[in-house]
């Protein structure tokens, strides 16, 4: 799935330290506003505990993880939808993600300048939005233009696409989202092509102090009451979560996680829900060579979903043969289950769920 989340906020809120947490890449990040000059783009192993339980009974020679591509932009300013700061080619990059991950700082460091000058991450996210609304409300006033144009020659749906544009331009004239219109499901096709910032799910990350990884601060509290309780908001200690992340022995991790009151890293939570909130899930094939996680989209039906392993298996797709994770866990082999009669043999209109373990059988 060539499906991606764009890091975004205000500079100087410890994104890039977060982006190197969870990705491949480590890119270089600054004490200094402004002083990226680009945006850096990881693949991301999404972490997934049932890949190494089905390990335990396979004994595959490889694990291979599921991978979301992520895209750390640039710290945003006042101004940037104007072309202050690091300006319009970066939101031109955030357009280009199918999901935002939204980082707020609340954490104070005196080390550490914020660039409006005190620490208030409502403020910064609305900062943030109000960019976001103004360039949305750009591409939206410019394809009524557009539109209007169309009506002069007597496209009658063009009359349509206006009236709804029309709603979604008085919506952001009035502070709001795009995602958050009063409008009609059937009329969201008006806006489809356009990939408004705005209308993009927001995950929202609260990059906190090491002291309060594990239940947040006031900061976090002042961000939830003000999203309230429809948005997903995750708290993690950056400056922490790098200090883990060079440690290469896995014990030492562990240690490490323990002493801070964590079960896991931060960024493990903000991956799955990364994946979650790109409405992608995973199936899984097992097999002595490898044990490995393929990501499809939520719904998807079994030709499409063995098309992502390989184009031949759904074009000559005959039937998947299908585990459900809970029940190889629990009987502890494909054999076991097929006696116990929890083994499925699925046809074409079978949508897949989530942790099937699944062989295809195809032919071409």
């Known amino acids: 799935m060539s499906l991606n989340c764009g890091i975004i906020g205000l500079t100087n809120t410890g994104k890039t330290a977060i982006f190197n947490c969870m990705s ?28 190494y339980k089905l390990d335990e009974l396979v004994h595959s020679e490889k694990v291979v993880p599921a991978l979301v591509e992520i895209v750390d932009v640039p710290g945003l300013a006042k101004g940037a939808s104007e072309g202050e700061g690091v300006g319009n080619k970066f939101l031109a990059d955030v357009q280009q993600t199918d999901a935002i991950i939204h980082v707020l700082r609340c954490f104070d460091d005196e080390n550490l300048a914020h660039v409006e000058g005190s620490i208030d991450p409502v403020r910064d996210l609305e900062i943030v ?98 999203l309230g309780d429809d948005n997903t908001i995750i708290v993690i200690a950056g400056k922490l979560e790098a200090e883990i992340s060079e440690l290469e022995d896995e014990d030492d991790r562990k240690e490490f996680l323990s002493d801070a009151g964590l079960k896991e890293p931060g960024v493990n939570k903000l991956i799955r829900a990364a994946y979650d909130v790109l409405n992608l899930q995973s199936f899984f094939t097992a097999g002595p060579k490898e044990i490995k996680a393929w990501t499809i989209k939520k719904g998807m039906k079994a030709p499409e979903a063995s098309g992502v392993i390989h184009s031949d298996l759904q074009r000559g ?37 989530d942790g099937d373990v699944m062989h295809i059988r195809f032919n071409v």
Do not use: W
């Open 317 to 353: 797709f005959i039937r998947a043969e299908v585990v459900k994770y809970d029940d190889y866990i629990n009987y502890g082999s494909e054999q076991a289950v097929k006696e116990a009669g929890k083994f499925h043999v699925e046809g074409k209109n079978y949508v897949v769920e």
């Open 24 to 51: 491949n890449t480590k890119a270089v990040s600054s004490n200094y506003a402004f002083s990226a000059t680009k945006s850096n783009i990881g693949i991301v192993d999404v972490p997934d505990p049932r890949l």
């Open 129 to 226: 939005d109000f960019e976001l609304q103004v360039r949305d409300l750009d591409l939206i006033e410019r394809k009524i233009s557009r539109l209007e144009k169309l009506v002069k020659s007597g496209d009658k749906d063009a009359k349509k696409g206006i009236e709804v544009l029309k709603k979604y331009k008085a919506h952001l004239e009035n502070f709001g989202n795009a995602r958050t219109a009063p409008v009609a499901e059937d009329d969201k096709r008006y806006i489809k092509d356009m990939q408004l910032l705005t209308d993009k799910t927001v995950l929202y990350v609260c990059n906190v102090d090491d002291d309060s990884a594990v239940d947040g601060n006031d900061y976090v509290k002042n961000v939830i009451n003000s």
